[in-house]
C-alpha cells in the first residue's frame, strides 16, 4: 500500500503545528487509497548538518542521519506540514530535508502552510526545494490562516472549507505518489 508521511515541520515549543499535522492525519486516516504516518522532526533531534560528505552521496556517518534517512525512505509521498518564519521555512525544516537527497527523489509531496499568509511563501520555497530534490509537489495546497483559522493565534480550529483543500491536496499526493512508484523501482 502507498505510504505518505505528514511531517510537522516546526521544532518551536508551543508550536501550532502539532494540532495541524494531527488534523491532516486524522483526515487522511479515514482513506483507503493509502496509510499516513506522523512524523515529528522533535523526534529525530537532527543537529545543524553534521554529515562531511554532500548527501547526494549516500554515505551518512552519523546515526541520527541513518535514522532520518531509513524513515523518509520508507514513504511513496509527503504532505509537510509548515509554518512561515520570516517570509520562509523554519530552519528546522530545512535543515532535516538538507539531510538527505536520494530518500526524496521521485516522491510526490503536498503543503500545508499556517501563517499570516496562510505559509504561502514558505509554501513556495519549498516548492523550489522539493523541484531540486526531483520531487514532485501538487498544485493543491492548503493555506491556513492565523487569523481566520485559530483562536488567538494558538489555537487550531479550521474554518470547514480547509477539509476540501487539504481533500485535493492528499487526492493528488496519493494519485502522484502511485504515478511515481515505476521510477522508484527502477
Not at 483526515?27 to 548527501?55: G, K, N, Q, S
Not at 552521496?57 to 509554518?83: C, L, N
Not at 530534490?133 to 493543491?140: E, F, G, K, T, Y
Amino acid at each position: 500500500m502507498t505510504k505518505i508521511g505528514i511531517i510537522i515541520g516546526s521544532t518551536r515549543p508551543g508550536r501550532n503545528g502539532e494540532a495541524v499535522a494531527r488534523w491532516v492525519h486524522e483526515i487522511a486516516d479515514r482513506r483507503t487509497d493509502a496509510a499516513f504516518e506522523l512524523v515529528d522532526l522533535l523526534d529525530y533531534r537532527l543537529p545543524l548538518l553534521d554529515e562531511a560528505y554532500p548527501p547526494s552521496m549516500g554515505q551518512y556517518s552519523q546515526p541520527h542521519t541513518r535514522a532520518w534517512a531509513e524513515k523518509i525512505a520508507s514513504f511513496d509521498g509527503f504532505v509537510i506540514v509548515t509554518p512561515e518564519y520570516n517570509h520562509s521555512v523554519p530552519g528546522a525544516l530545512k535543515n532535516a530535508i538538507d539531510f538527505l537527497y536520494a530518500e526524496w527523489a521521485n516522491k510526490a509531496v503536498g503543503f500545508v502552510g499556517y501563517g499570516s499568509t496562510g505559509g504561502s511563501r514558505a509554501v513556495e520555497h519549498l516548492r523550489l526545494i522539493a523541484g531540486e530534490l526531483q520531487m514532485a509537489d501538487v498544485r493543491s495546497q492548503v493555506a491556513l490562516s492565523l487569523f481566520t483559522d485559530f483562536e488567538d493565534f494558538s489555537i487550531f480550529k479550521p474554518a470547514d472549507a480547509q477539509r476540501g483543500a487539504l481533500t485535493s491536496t492528499l487526492d493528488q499526493v496519493v494519485a502522484w505518489a502511485n504515478a511515481l512508484a515505476p521510477l522508484r523501482t527502477g
